[in-house]
């Protein structure tokens, strides 16, 4: 079946396959000591991604040139992963245990590719994963005591799909609005990251003592030692700007401009490199008691301490240069005499994000303490009341904090054309255009002063916090007859998230004037400022429901229903760590999350049929997620005083999604040692659409009044119905 892009008029049915394959192989070196597995996994994909579809305005896709409008529509995605494990098993005497197990991952893939990104300015992403594990169990005559020794070593490496200029298309010469990316991803995309090291562990579980009842008691220390590695910023691929204008942008010809109005570009800064590599320490404690208070209630008691050293972000020394941006001349002395002056005027402390390599201290408070209980009505465990209330810490992720030594390593340029935006003609701005330009960076370095720390500044706040989450929960699980029942209420509240906002301030420390944020007043001879902090927070309700008839060979069948009700609420969703519409996180309201639907409906069945054919169902149901936007004056016709605020919109279906799997598998007995297992899987058996992409109507005349309806070719939560058929031997 083909998908909803693949239906709109024009456009071909996408190639796309899935293959999986692997094998398992075991059995005693030694008889009743020794053991060995190994097993191999293989996949390769090429499957349908979400459409190619403009941004901005509805229809505009009808003014990018032809070539370009080829590109857009149904597109796909391949991925190939190699799975590899295994693990040696030793029992020594009666009472200890040695094991050594390895897994290594390799996978290749295109990412970043659908919504408004052509195939072509897509990503290739490189996995490489190599994880080592010896671990000695030792059962003392009242303890068990695991000692556990690690190894890990792995890397993300995005690279370019498409080497050469990318061509960015903007709703007229607005950088933001962006319409699609073509041609080439930029060479911000352009990375390796990754960590390798060694850990040390050891846990103890005490399970004979007592006191006022039984206790079985866990403690264990972790320690891990590994080297993070980041480096972005390549320069290679330009990002020229063309503007397009399908008839709401004044003084700009219809369809899209044949001179781009910008370019953009990355050149080395001298004696720097735009990578950075250094050594994370981490210290894990914890201690739990599962007391068994009387023969029907127990306690779960437990406390967690963290802690972590990166000497790249505590050790870090602000360069001399930028600290003299940040306290010299504000953009407009008459009114904020230093640019420090001006950032106070909008509410931000310099001196926070400053740092003489003695300013920051590692956080020591990550007390995680835990309760939790069961109590059993009747004490034949057949109605068990359970709860518990705890918090969890997370970490602020190398991804971010790496941000504030790799952007300092290479500068980045915007030079405009004059023959598009009509700009004065300035040295290392503005300049007329040249068709050799477009030959790669080396002709575009001859435009700026390059060699000088002059880019994008990113400081972190030097006090950052641990991010955390307080979760809270309370429910029941019953047995009757052959069924097993459970209702559960729960809540989790994160705090602490980081984010990454614009510390640009205009003169008078306002962050919004007409009709912009402060972009052009960045520190004097530098681009933008950012700037690192907490304060992404998260709300989540559930409420869990589940029933469940186990299978069981004398029945044959089995059936299971879970319905999860979800309302999450916050400032900013999980995964956005970038946060520019308004002047600081906290600017920013609750609003309803699109992390997670609503309702959410999952029922599955087995059963079994003549012939030793098992046949089993499973029906997904669940609700549209809201819409999470940015809605701006320009969006409806407000005055350009209004801000760009974020808002929730729900989706105009009932259904996310509604899909029926299929499935029928046997066993074939083809010696006393040999089965042949065969399988056919038809998911989505319906073949439902259950879109996902949306068009929105705000309003006009400075009226807000957003109407969101379906793109009926546009991107979907599921695939098509599709037939996957597999066998397995074993022997």
Not at 64 to 91: A, C, H, I, M, N
Not at 177 to 205: M, Y
Not at 307 to 333: K, R, W
Not at 370 to 385: A, C, K, N, P, T
Request: charged share 20%; aromatic share 12%; net charge negative.
């Amino acid at each position: 079946p083909e998908t909803a892009a693949e239906r709109a008029p024009g456009r071909d049915k996408q190639k796309t396959h899935q293959d999986e394959y692997g094998f398992a192989l075991g059995g005693p070196i030694i008889q009743d000591k020794m053991h060995f597995f190994f097993s191999y996994e293989g996949k390769g994909f090429e499957i349908s991604a979400d459409p190619v579809v403009p941004g901005t305005n509805v229809g505009i896709g009808a003014y990018l040139p032809t070539e370009v409008q080829g590109k857009l529509g149904p597109v796909t995605r391949p991925f190939k992963e190699d799975l590899y494990f295994g693990k040696l098993s030793w029992d020594i005497g009666e009472n200890d245990r040695l094991e050594f197990s390895a897994k290594i991952r390799e996978e290749d893939s295109r990412d970043s590719v659908g919504g408004i990104t052509t195939a072509d300015a897509a990503k290739n992403n490189a996995n490489s994963e190599k994880r080592y594990d010896l671990s000695w169990e030792h059962y003392g005559e009242t303890y068990l005591n695991e000692f556990r020794l690690t190894y890990e070593d792995a890397f993300f490496n995005p690279t370019a799909y498409s080497l050469g200029n990318q061509s960015v298309y903007t709703l007229g010469l607005d950088q933001n609005r962006v319409i699609l990316f073509d041609d080439a991803t930029s060479g911000l995309a352009i990375q390796l990251k990754g960590q390798k090291g060694p850990a040390i562990q050891n846990d103890i579980t005490f399970n004979s003592f007592e006191w006022q009842g039984d206790h079985v008691i866990k403690a264990g220390i972790k320690y891990k030692e590994v080297e993070l590695t980041q480096s972005e910023n390549s320069t290679s691929n330009p990002s020229f700007y063309y503007a397009v204008n399908d008839g709401t942008q004044a003084g700009l010809p219809l369809g899209t401009s044949a001179i781009p109005y910008q370019v953009r570009f990355n050149l080395p800064f001298a004696g720097a490199t735009p990578s950075v590599v250094t050594t994370s320490k981490q210290i894990g404690l914890y201690i739990q008691d599962d007391w068994n208070v009387t023969d029907r209630l127990q306690l779960n008691i437990g406390l967690r301490w963290d802690y972590e050293e990166i000497p790249s972000y505590l050790d870090n020394v602000t360069p001399a240069e930028v600290v003299a941006a940040l306290t010299g001349p504000g953009t407009d002395p008459t009114i904020s005499a230093t640019y420090a002056e001006q950032l106070a005027r909008g509410g931000i402390d310099i001196n926070d994000y400053i740092s003489n390599g003695n300013s920051r201290k590692a956080d020591k408070d990550n007390f995680a303490p835990r309760l939790g209980f069961s109590y059993d009505l009747g004490g034949d465990e057949r109605h068990v009341i359970f709860g518990g209330i705890g918090r969890s810490y997370d970490r602020n992720l190398y991804d971010y904090m790496g941000l504030e030594q790799v952007k300092s390593a290479l500068s980045g340029y915007t030079v405009r054309f004059s023959d598009t935006t009509g700009c004065t003609l300035t040295p290392g701005s503005c300049v007329a255009w040249n068709p050799n330009y477009l030959t790669g960076t080396d002709a575009l370095a001859g435009l700026v002063t390059s060699n000088v720390r002059n880019g994008e500044i990113d400081l972190l706040n030097n006090d950052l916090e641990t991010p955390y989450s307080d979760q809270f929960s309370i429910g029941m699980r019953n047995s009757i007859g052959e069924w097993n029942t459970s209702a559960t209420l729960a809540y989790i509240h994160s705090k602490e998230g980081f984010v990454f906002t614009l510390g640009n301030r205009y003169p008078n420390g306002d962050f919004f004037q007409n009709g912009s944020q402060p972009w052009g007043h960045t520190p004097p001879g530098f681009g933008a400022l950012i700037i690192g902090n907490n304060g992404i927070e998260t709300k989540t309700t559930q409420l869990l429901l589940s029933a469940e008839k186990p299978y069981t060979k004398e029945s044959g069948w089995g059936f299971t229903a879970a319905y999860t009700f979800s309302h999450a609420k916050g400032n900013r969703g999980g995964d956005e760590h970038y946060a520019f519409d308004a002047a600081t996180i906290e600017d920013y309201p609750f609003i309803d999350l699109k992390a997670v639907p609503e309702h959410r409906l999952v029922m599955t069945g087995i059963y079994d049929l003549p012939w030793n054919i098992t046949a089993s169902a499973k029906v997904t149901l669940s609700s549209a997620p809201p819409l999470n936007e940015i809605v701006g004056f320009y969006n409806y016709g407000a005055p350009n005083t209004v801000v760009p605020r974020p808002v929730a919109l729900d989706a105009p279906q009932t259904f996310g999604v509604k899909q029926l799997d299929l499935s029928l598998s046997k066993d074939m007995f083809v010696t006393e040692n040999v089965t042949v297992q065969v399988r056919a899987d038809l998911m989505n058996a319906l073949d439902n659409d259950n879109l996902s992409g949306y068009n929105i109507n705000w309003g006009g005349n400075n009226v807000y009044n957003p109407v969101v309806t379906q793109q009926l070719y546009g991107s979907q939560f599921t695939q098509p119905r599709a037939l996957f058929l597999s066998a397995r031997v074993i022997w």
